[in-house]
């Protein structure tokens, strides 16, 4: 059994480089990925558990839950996905980042480096002008 912190720390570090930082969310004093479509925990076996709800709890509608389910089971076809009215839940070993879109998780930026370098130069002229 996971203590809260050894499952957060797992869950930071299992999505730290593929999701935003304003991704986590504590709720219920657990910490989860959240998304528009979606929340995410780690299980005591490492596995992931994944909620397909809406961010306010309210129930899908079954066209849009069909069609995430639908883009799951495509990218997963091993995962065994339940579904209630409104939700769904699977749990799996690994998560695509194809699934992050279609979960509207926030991904994490990547900035290639000519935009590093004019962002680093906008915040230089920004300080000199301060000064």
């Given at each position: 059994m996971l203590t809260e912190h050894e499952q957060s720390t797992k869950l930071r570090?299992?999505?730290?480089?593929?999701?935003?930082?304003s991704a986590f969310k504590r709720i219920d004093?657990?910490?989860?990925?959240?998304?528009?479509?979606?929340?995410?925990?780690?299980?005591?076996?490492?596995?992931?558990?994944?909620?397909?709800?809406?961010?306010?709890?309210?129930?899908?509608?079954?066209?849009?839950?069909?069609?995430?389910c639908s883009a799951v089971?495509?990218?997963?076809?091993?995962?065994?996905?339940?579904?209630r009215d409104g939700e769904a839940w699977f749990v799996t070993e690994h998560l695509p980042d194809s699934l992050f879109k279609v979960l509207r998780v926030r991904k994490k930026a990547v900035y290639s480096e000519e935009h590093k370098k004019a962002l680093a130069e906008r915040l230089r002229v920004m300080r000199e002008a301060k000064s």
């Open positions: 570090r299992t999505f730290e480089n593929r999701v935003s930082s004093d657990e910490l989860r990925v959240i998304g528009k479509f979606a929340q995410i925990t780690i299980l005591d076996t490492g596995e992931l558990d994944v909620w397909i709800r809406s961010a306010d709890l309210t129930p899908l509608g079954t066209r849009k839950l069909n069609n995430i089971f495509h990218e997963l076809p091993e995962s065994r996905i339940n579904k």
